[in-house]
């Protein structure tokens, strides 16, 4: 029994250490570690003008807190992609600590260059410009419907024209895009 207990722990202690591990590396490479500041999530939030009619996809999701107060605040379905281990983690934990079992926010625990780009109304990302890039081409080779509407945080789309660029509290900026600048 103490043997079990012992082996159990030793395992949980490795996987967390992966899981941290893959969620550095991650940050490192693909995105920023730190979430959208919570201020700053207000701010974008209003920006955006959410419908409850709204779907609200947000790629690189990390702890789902930006989809989450979307959702509670405006009452939007939406879907969170996260490929770290650690964000999916905290995220499908805080979703069920602030909406419990409903299934109008789902935490997709992959990477969205894998996937298709659900049907959405609005795309949100907190990415970086390596990142923006690989996320372009797939918009572009995906043919997004023109009146889809992506923000991103921080980081612009490299060479793609935005319809807006809206300074923050923060003196960072918001690009706006249409689904039409990234057309071939």
Same mark, same amino acid.
């Given at each position: 029994?103490?043997?079990?207990? =012992?082996?159990?722990?030793?395992?949980?202690?490795?996987?967390?250490?992966?899981?941290?591990?893959?969620?550095?590396?991650?940050?490192?490479?693909?995105? *920023?570690?730190?979430?959208?500041?919570?201020?700053?999530?207000?701010?974008?939030?209003?920006?955006?003008?959410?419908?409850?009619?709204?779907?609200?996809?947000?790629?690189?999701?990390?702890?789902?807190?930006?989809?989450?107060? +979307?959702?509670?605040?405006?009452?939007? #379905?939406?879907?969170?992609?996260?490929?770290?281990?650690?964000?999916?983690?905290?995220?499908?934990?805080?979703?069920?600590?602030?909406?419990?079992?409903?299934?109008?926010? /789902?935490?997709?625990?992959?990477?969205?260059?894998?996937?298709?780009?659900?049907? +959405?109304?609005?795309?949100?990302?907190?990415?970086?410009?390596? /990142?923006?890039?690989?996320?372009? +081409? #797939?918009?572009?080779?995906?043919?997004? *419907?023109?009146?889809?509407?992506?923000?991103?945080?921080?980081?612009?789309?490299?060479?793609?024209? =935005?319809? #807006?660029?809206?300074?923050?509290?923060?003196?960072?900026?918001?690009?706006?895009?249409?689904?039409? /600048?990234?057309?071939?």
């Amino acid at each position: 029994m103490e043997r079990g207990i =012992y082996l159990s722990s030793i395992i949980i202690i490795i996987l967390v250490l992966i899981g941290l591990l893959v969620s550095f590396f991650t940050g490192i490479f693909l995105v *920023p570690l730190a979430p959208t500041p919570r201020k700053i999530r207000k701010e974008i939030l209003e920006i955006m003008n959410l419908k409850t009619t709204d779907i609200l996809v947000d790629l690189g999701s990390g702890n789902g807190i930006f989809l989450i107060e +979307a959702h509670l605040k405006y009452n939007v #379905k939406g879907i969170g992609y996260e490929i770290s281990p650690l964000g999916i983690f905290t995220s499908r934990i805080y979703k069920f600590l602030k909406v419990g079992f409903k299934n109008e926010i /789902a935490i997709i625990a992959n990477n969205f260059l894998n996937l298709p780009i659900p049907t +959405a109304d609005k795309i949100y990302c907190y990415l970086n410009t390596k /990142a923006l890039r690989a996320l372009k +081409a #797939k918009l572009i080779n995906e043919e997004i *419907p023109s009146d889809v509407i992506i923000y991103s945080y921080k980081y612009c789309f490299p060479n793609v024209k =935005y319809e #807006k660029k809206v300074e923050l509290s923060n003196n960072e900026y918001l690009f706006v895009y249409k689904g039409s /600048a990234f057309k071939n």
